[in-house]
């Protein structure tokens, strides 16, 4: 048994119906996102991990909320049951939404990377996924550059566009040494949520080389998005 | 409670109106409309005859854009504010700035209030507020750094946030020794705030009313109207009207805004409404 595929989609808040408004304001990503995680679904995979950056290292089980109320939304009447259960962080979360859009009931565990972990270290936790006992799905959430256009979230920096085709470059190509070259302070520099999820894809021996198939690379509202499928 | 800005002091029942007058050629809104002083004067000379009550000058756009230091934004702003106080040696003025040292050279020139809009970034803003005997504006950004853009912010209780944080501002420039009835807070529409989180702000506007600390609202024109009612910025006075009127009524006393003839008018209706304005003129089924 061993990773049977991934899909690589960005952990926006704006690609959850609930939370973008009318007007469906990412419907292109949005579609593409939908489109990378059916065809990891129909992979027929026997459970999701579901993997993002951040600044601390946790693991969840499906039991978890996915809460997106910290973020918005309509007002709701309060779940009873809430306070009883805990929440999944913010891009898990995203994650989790964008699953149970697409009705997926299977097992699913979630997993946070500390953002200071080596390239080694989460290939290591790659390979260690690829050497369980079921079929695994991966779900990787991150972002390239969000600081692609003057409007981004950090303004526009010189060296997004770069960092952007490199990291498209690399997918495209399966470059796994190229993945595991990048560097935390280049990703942190640019807003960069990505490179932990596609170094520890780097270390799945099932899906190497790591070819994505992309179905998505634009900047939204300046933050550059990757959709894509990564597949034996 | 009587608040007390500066020069200006206003009874309970008094909802105020507060003018934008950017010494900016980079501003969201007007984006330099009033950067000449020749037309910031003129701004202020037609805001003062529409019934402001405050005029608020500031001289950094809050985005992102070219980088201002504070030599440059005092450069901006403290000589025009020795103008209005000379034009208008009664109206209240307001200087909107996160720094001390331009507040200072404010204060020196003739303001009244310090409009601290980035949310007690630098706590000696509170000193110079209380060596003046100035107002200060407490305002919540949830901890943002001054002129960047939120991205992906998450709150578990936004209104908690928004209540602990500026009571807390509020505290902290009491105990500099600011006067507490110049003392005002403000929930900082689309500071640190997503669409959501300023919708859910402005709705709740009378939570922070009952904290007891008078409250300002800062709504006009911003990004969480545009988004709601789809309209670019020079389409949302309406929608900036209706943020008006509910806060009003909520208890909000100070609105901060680039249309004021249109306020004073939401504010009066809005103020007649809850019982403290007589209306203008009454005679239909007196006669």
């Known amino acids: ?232 | 409670m009587t608040l007390r800005l500066g020069r200006g002091s206003f009874e309970d029942s008094e909802i105020l109106v507060m003018a934008i007058v950017n010494r900016t050629p980079d501003s969201f809104f007007d984006k330099g409309a009033s950067w000449t002083d020749e037309a910031a004067m003129e701004r202020v000379h037609q805001v003062v005859a529409e019934g402001a009550d405050i005029i608020d000058i500031g001289g950094v756009k809050a985005g992102p854009g070219e980088f201002v230091s504070a030599e440059d934004e005092a450069e901006r702003v403290v000589p025009f504010i020795a103008a209005v106080r000379e034009a208008y040696p009664d109206v209240v003025i307001s200087v909107d700035t996160w720094r001390h040292e331009v507040g200072r050279a404010a204060c020196e020139a003739g303001a009244d209030v310090m409009n601290d809009a980035w949310g007690g970034v630098d706590p000696k803003l509170a000193e110079v507020a209380a060596e003046f005997s100035a107002g200060i504006i407490c305002t919540h950004t949830g901890g943002a750094t001054p002129r960047t853009r939120p991205h992906r912010i998450a709150y578990d209780d936004l209104m908690g946030d928004i209540i602990g944080r500026t009571t807390a501002l509020a505290e902290a420039a009491l105990s500099a020794g600011v006067p507490r009835e110049g003392i005002v807070i403000d929930p900082g529409h689309d500071f640190g705030k997503n669409t959501w989180h300023s919708l859910e702000a402005t709705r709740r506007a009378g939570e922070m009313v009952e904290t007891g600390w008078p409250v300002l609202i800062s709504a006009s024109n911003k990004d969480f109207i545009g988004e709601t009612l789809d309209r670019p910025v020079d389409q949302r006075l309406i929608g900036s009207l209706a943020a008006v009127a509910v806060t009003a009524f909520e208890g909000a006393r100070i609105f901060r805004v680039h249309a004021v003839a249109e306020t004073r008018e939401v504010v009066d209706m809005v103020a007649s409404i809850k019982g403290l304005r007589e209306p203008s003129s009454v005679t239909r089924g007196l006669a």
């Open chain 1, 1 to 232: 048994m061993s990773v049977v595929g991934a899909a690589l989609v960005p952990a926006a808040p704006v690609l959850v119906p609930e939370l973008s408004g009318q007007m469906m304001p990412a419907a292109e990503p949005l579609d593409a996102a939908r489109a990378a995680l059916r065809r990891l679904i129909d992979s027929d995979p026997e459970q999701l991990v579901v993997v993002a950056e951040a600044d601390r290292e946790a693991e969840f089980d499906r039991s978890a909320r996915i809460g997106l109320h910290r973020l918005g939304g309509l007002p709701r009447a309060e779940d009873p049951d809430a306070a009883a259960t805990e929440e999944l962080p913010l891009p898990l979360a995203i994650g989790a939404a964008l699953l149970d859009e697409l009705d997926w009931a299977g097992p699913t565990s979630y997993r946070l990377l500390n953002k200071s972990i080596s390239s080694a270290e989460a290939a290591e936790l790659g390979q260690q996924l690829d050497e369980g006992d079921s079929r695994t799905g991966l779900v990787l959430l991150g972002n390239g550059s969000a600081r692609s256009t003057e409007k981004a979230p950090g303004s526009l920096d010189p060296n997004a566009e770069q960092f952007n085709q490199d990291l498209l470059s690399m997918i495209e190509q399966g470059d796994r040494d190229a993945i595991s070259q990048l560097s935390a302070e280049a990703s942190e520099g640019q807003m960069s949520d990505i490179r932990l999820p596609l170094q520890l894809l780097a270390g799945v021996a099932s899906l190497s080389p790591p070819v994505g198939e992309v179905g998505f690379a634009d900047q939204f509202k300046g933050v550059y998005y990757l959709c894509a499928t990564f597949l034996p």
